[in-house]
C-alpha cells in the first residue's frame, strides 16, 4: 500500500487490498474453523461474516476512489498547489498567481492556474513567461504531467510620486471595444490631420476599464521639433476629445520624409 500511494496509482491500491484480504481472511477463516473443532460452531458463520464484510469494504474503496478519479472529483493535495505557487511567486515578472487548481488523471496530476503580468508587454513575452512557469513545474514535480497556464494583465496603480505601481491581481475585466475597432478609429482622425503622413507602431493597452493607445507619426523631416511637438499635441487632444473611450494617448514622432521600413527612424517621445 505504500508504494501505491508513493505511485499514487489505483492499480496498485487495488492490488495491496487483494492481497491484504486474503490473509487477513484465512486468518478469519482459520479462526473459525478451530473454534468450531473447538465446540464453538458459531465462530464459522461469523467468520464468514466478517470476510463477507472486509471484501465489501475493500470493493467500496476501489470503486469510489476510482469513478472520483474518473468524474473529475479526486482531490489534489493541497500542499502540493500550495508548493506550486510558492514556486511560481519566485518567478521573475509573475505578478500574481489565482484560479490555481489541480486534478488526477491516472496517477498523474494537472494543474491550470491564471498569472498576472505587466499590462504593457507583448504577447510573445507573455507567452514566454508562461512557458518558463510551465517548464519549472514539470521539472520540479514529476508527478505533475501538464500545467495549463492563462495569462492576464496585472492592475496598475499610479503612485504619488509618478511612478506606477504593479498590483498583483486584477479585477474581472470588462469587455471593452476590440482592438480592431480602436484601431480603425484612431487612423480615420489621425487621417484627418494633414500634416500626418502615416501611423506606425500602434499598440493598444487594457488596463482595467481603460484603453490607452500609442503609435507613432510620420511627419515631414523638414518641420522643427516645437512645430512637431505641438502637432502631436493637437493629435492627442483630437483623440481624447472625440473618442471618450481612451483614457491615454501617447504619440511618438518620427521625423522622416520616406517611409519606416525604408529609412533609419529617430523617435522622440512627447513628455
Known amino acids: 500500500m505504500r508504494v501505491a500511494k508513493k505511485e499514487r496509482s489505483e492499480v496498485l491500491a487495488a492490488n495491496a487490498w487483494h492481497h491484504r484480504s486474503d490473509a487477513l481472511s484465512s486468518v478469519i477463516a482459520l479462526v473459525g474453523v478451530v473454534g468450531s473443532m473447538m465446540g464453538l460452531p458459531l465462530l464459522d458463520p461469523l467468520a464468514g461474516v466478517l470476510v463477507a464484510m472486509m471484501i465489501l469494504r475493500a470493493a467500496h474503496e476501489i470503486f469510489f476512489s476510482s469513478v472520483h478519479e474518473l ?9 502540493l498547489l500550495k508548493q506550486i505557487s510558492d514556486l511560481l ?8 498567481v489565482h484560479n490555481l487548481r489541480g486534478r488526477r488523471l491516472g496517477h498523474y496530476t494537472l494543474v491550470d492556474f491564471h498569472i498576472s ?3 504593457t508587454i507583448t504577447v510573445s513575452a507573455g507567452h514566454q513567461i508562461a512557458e ?12 505533475v504531467r501538464e500545467a495549463l497556464i492563462h495569462v492576464e494583465a496585472a492592475e496598475l496603480t499610479a503612485l504619488k510620486d509618478g511612478r506606477i505601481q504593479v498590483e498583483g491581481v486584477a479585477d474581472e475585466h470588462a469587455l471593452l471595444r476590440p482592438h480592431a475597432e480602436v484601431l480603425a478609429d484612431v487612423q480615420r482622425l ?3 490631420v494633414a500634416a500626418v503622413k502615416e501611423t506606425d507602431l500602434f499598440q493598444v493597452h487594457y488596463w482595467g476599464e481603460n484603453i490607452n493607445v500609442s503609435f507613432a507619426i510620420v511627419i515631414d523631416s523638414a518641420t522643427s521639433m516645437p512645430a512637431a511637438r505641438k502637432l502631436a499635441k493637437e493629435v492627442e487632444s483630437l483623440l481624447l476629445r472625440e473618442l471618450t473611450y481612451l483614457g491615454t494617448v501617447k504619440i511618438k514622432l518620427d521625423l522622416t520624409s520616406q517611409a519606416p521600413s ?3 527612424k529617430r523617435d522622440d517621445s512627447i513628455p
Not at 511567486?89 to 500574481?96: F, L, Q, T
Not at 518558463?132 to 508527478?143: G, M, W, Y
Open 132 to 143: 518558463r512557469a510551465r517548464v519549472v513545474i514539470l521539472e520540479t514535480f514529476p508527478h
Open 117 to 119: 503580468v505587466h499590462p
Open 71 to 79: 468524474t473529475d472529483h479526486q482531490k489534489v493535495e493541497a500542499s
Open 262 to 264: 525604408e529609412v533609419e
Open 190 to 192: 489621425v487621417q484627418t
Open 89 to 96: 511567486k519566485d518567478i521573475p515578472d509573475i505578478h500574481g
